[in-house]
C-alpha cells in the first residue's frame, strides 16, 4: 500500500499520526519510518478502516530509527468501521516494530487498541 518516512518536530512530548482509508486498498501491507522521534515521547498511531477488508489480514511494519531513550508509550489504536464479520479467520493484524539500535536501557509501554463500531453482536 505505502512506504512513508515521517520527519516530526524535534521536541514534542506527544507525535501524533493518523491514517484514513477510505476504502483502504487490497492487499494492503505498510511500511511506516520514524525518523527521529522525539525523546522522551509518547507515540499514537491511528488507523481508520472504512469498510475494512475483509477477510482482513494486514501487516503493518514500523522502523524507529533511532529510537527514542526513553521511550515512554507506544500507542496503536485500529478503528474498523464496520467490523468485520465474526469468523474466527477473518481477521488478521500483524505488527512488526523495529528498533534499531535498540535503546538501552529499553522501557516503553506498549498499547493496542482496537475499535470496533458498531461493536459486533454477542453470541
Known amino acids: 500500500m505505502s512506504i512513508s518516512t515521517l520527519h516530526p518536530p524535534p521536541s514534542p512530548s506527544s507525535f501524533t499520526f493518523t491514517l484514513h482509508l477510505h476504502p483502504p486498498p487490497l492487499p494492503s501491507p505498510s511500511t511506516f519510518t ?3 522521534l522525539p525523546s522522551p515521547s509518547s507515540f499514537t498511531f491511528i488507523l481508520h478502516l472504512h469498510p475494512p477488508p475483509s477477510p482482513f489480514s494486514s501487516t503493518f511494519t514500523l522502523y524507529l530509527h533511532p529510537p527514542p531513550s526513553p521511550f515512554s508509550t507506544f500507542t496503536l489504536l485500529l478503528h474498523l468501521h464496520p467490523p468485520p ?8 493484524f500483524t505488527l512488526l516494530l523495529y528498533l534499531h539500535p535498540p535503546s ?3 522501557s516503553s509501554t506498549f498499547t493496542l487498541l482496537l ?4 461493536p459486533p453482536p454477542l453470541p
Open 34 to 36: 520514524l525518523h527521529p
Open 85 to 92: 464479520p465474526p469468523s474466527p479467520s477473518s481477521f488478521t
Open 104 to 106: 538501552s536501557p529499553f
Open 115 to 118: 475499535h470496533l463500531h458498531p
